[in-house]
């Protein structure tokens, strides 16, 4: 395969530094897509640990590239109960902010349904993210996925509130805004995103779309997918399997 | 607990990320003294444009204070920037999709322009002085006059067409520079709360409200403080301007408030739960009580019964500071309360600002005040007061 410079087309005529070529790798010849088979999650959250390490993410409970959310309906009761790990409760389980755990909260209630929803940037096709960045630090790459140029952010913070998915936080350390990237660093390479490699149970399911044999391919042929908040008009590349109306 | 940032405490279900504010309270002062900027070069211009002789007590100093406000707008921002140093990749390689990209050349043009305006009415200030005074002030001047001593009658005709022409270029300037700040808001889908076509026309018509108000505290304080008596006729000309634009901004907001309701999107309860509990008294009993049917009351009163004199100065006063105060507290609930109605519309988050640091209430506290330092300075090197027969 010829080797072509991966240079974002925002920043290619304009100024910033463009991120080094990657040797081997022609990003038009892909296009990433994610899935999510709530049917299979088990809220083991070993998806979220590794993600923190992978991506050197803040250790603490306010900052996600991934995050998974409880879903519990009680019996009597028309509404889910909707936790994460930002909930004392989980914190309190967990032992610290660091450590992440389901806190075991409704041994004792008669539960009529509960399902986990594994949550990550949607890498939009049409991102809002992208859209209000005022220099192009964020932008689209040609295989799909939304990055954003931690060398050119000026830290305002515009595409954290336009994300309708809360995918979107402030690095404090680095003072720039951050998020899920699908692990480009490892894709690229021919690898897995981490918390793709890391479920235990197969319920993140990631890989190219142009090939029509990939994971992802076989999973959206395979079965009815669903996209949240779709009326945002976003686009968003994330497909989910098993999850209910009242997924946020 | 990291000491990086505070989290918000919530309640219901909201995303992990949205526990930790993005826009602060320096966000909050941004769009008030934008809107500050855009309303004093109303007053302005209702002397310089449209020719109301009754204004022109205060025509030059809106002009000097819409200065003062306008070189202090980039400072919350850059406050809040995460890489200030890299504030201008915004306008070097803007990203010609986002609102945000046109700030730099919107704020850069209307700015220059308020520089140019100021100097061609302050130009036979400038001359005098550059005439009279010695030393450094003199150089000051000097410098400042570009070489040009010429006041004689055609000159001034020149420099009043000047004024002219920049006072009209001004208007939609400044308000599409306001305007603008409300799209910023507005044009978000994100936020139900902020979501709104009508969000640029009420930031617009508060601005005007809020430079009008502040001429009138600044008006009436630098009559008592140098001690001359009130333009009676300004000041009821600035009250009447107050009046007529607070009954729009009201309408405007009520208008946008019930089509939220009305329309009834998703998130709606989350909404109204919010405007039941956290929102009574920073909006129902700050923001609309007191800060704008109170003084809305006040000026209505004093106009049907013609009051007059110290009654009438003390009451337009005090009713614009009242409105200054429920204009701030406008840009907070819809900045702040905007964030605190979490994304999943299943929660509520509760902003509790740090009174220290780069983003505290003291930071904000300094960036509202530095205008009126600058213009205290300002006033003294060029006098707004003067209306001899060669000023403009």
């Known amino acids: ?248 | 607990m990291n000491t990086l940032f505070e989290a918000m405490p919530f309640t219901g279900y909201v995303y992990p990320n949205e526990t930790v504010l993005a826009w602060t309270v320096l966000i909050v002062v941004y769009p008030y003294l934008t809107g500050l900027v855009a309303g004093a070069f109303t007053v302005s211009s209702l002397y310089q444009v449209f020719g109301m002789q009754r204004f022109k007590p205060v025509a030059h100093l809106a002009l000097l204070t819409s200065l003062c406000c306008m070189l202090v707008v980039p400072t919350p921002l850059l406050l809040h920037l995460g890489h200030p140093e890299r504030a201008l990749n915004a306008v070097i390689t803007p990203h010609t999709t986002s609102a945000f990209a046109i700030f730099g050349y919107a704020a850069g043009f209307y700015a220059i322009l308020l520089i140019l305006e100021n100097w061609f009415v302050f130009r036979p200030h400038i001359v005098q002085q550059a005439q009279r005074k010695k030393g450094p002030l003199g150089w000051f001047y000097r410098v400042l006059s570009l070489g040009s001593y010429d006041l004689s009658e055609k000159a001034m005709r020149y420099d009043r067409k000047w004024i002219f022409a920049l006072a009209v270029i001004g208007i939609p300037a400044a308000h599409g520079l306001h305007g603008y700040v409300g799209f910023v808001f507005g044009s978000l889908k994100s936020r139900e709360w902020w979501s709104s076509d009508l969000m640029p026309a009420v930031f617009l018509f508060s601005a005007i409200i809020s430079g009008t108000a502040l001429l009138i505290v600044l008006y009436v304080v630098s009559c008592r403080l140098r001690k001359v008596p009130v333009d009676l006729p300004c000041l009821k000309g600035m009250a009447y301007t107050l009046w007529g634009f607070m009954m729009f901004t009201l309408l405007l907001e009520g208008v946008e408030f019930a089509s939220l309701v009305y329309r009834g999107r998703e998130g709606i309860e989350m909404i109204m739960e919010y405007v039941k509990g956290p929102l009574i008294v920073p909006f129902a009993v700050l923001q609309f009580g007191v800060g704008s049917l109170l003084p809305l009351l006040v000026l209505s009163f004093m106009i049907w019964r013609g009051i007059t004199g110290k009654v009438l100065v003390a009451g337009v006063a005090a009713s614009a500071f009242l409105v200054l105060f429920a204009v701030l507290m406008m840009r907070w609930n819809v900045v702040i309360g905007g964030q605190e109605i979490a994304k999943t519309g299943k929660g509520l988050l509760e902003y509790h600002p740090l009174v220290f640091g780069r983003e505290g209430i003291l930071a904000a506290v300094a960036v509202v005040t530095a205008p009126f330092v600058l213009l205290s300075l300002m006033v003294r090197l060029f006098p707004p007061w003067a209306h001899d027969a060669k000023t403009a």
């Open chain 1, 1 to 248: 395969m010829a080797v072509k410079a991966v240079v974002p087309e925002a920043h290619a005529a304009t100024g910033p530094t463009p991120p080094p070529a990657i040797p081997g790798y022609d990003w038009t010849q892909h296009r990433w897509g994610f899935g999510v088979d709530a049917t299979k999650c088990i809220g083991c959250l070993r998806c979220v640990e590794a993600c923190k390490r992978e991506n050197d993410v803040a250790a603490d409970a306010h900052h996600f590239r991934t995050w998974v959310e409880r879903y519990v309906y009680l019996e009597g009761e028309d509404k889910p109960r909707i936790d994460s790990h930002h909930d004392p409760v989980n914190i309190e389980a967990s032992g610290s902010e660091g450590e992440y755990r389901f806190a075991n909260r409704y041994k004792d209630a008669k539960v009529e349904k509960a399902f986990f929803v594994p949550k990550l940037c949607n890498h939009c096709t049409h991102p809002a993210c992208v859209q209000v960045c005022p220099t192009g630090a964020t932008y689209k790459t040609e295989d799909g996925v939304v990055l954003i140029d931690h060398n050119y952010c000026i830290g305002c913070q515009y595409c954290v509130q336009a994300c309708p998915y809360g995918a979107r936080f402030f690095n404090e350390r680095k003072q720039v805004t951050d998020k899920c990237t699908w692990c480009y660093h490892r894709i690229t390479k021919g690898l897995q995103p981490a918390c793709v490699e890391v479920c235990p149970v197969g319920a993140r399911i990631f890989g190219d779309l142009k090939d029509k044999q990939s994971p992802i391919s076989q999973f959206i042929r395979n079965n009815r997918t669903y996209v949240l908040r779709p009326e945002s008009g976003n686009a968003p590349n994330v497909y989910y399997v098993g999850i209910d109306k009242d997924v946020v």
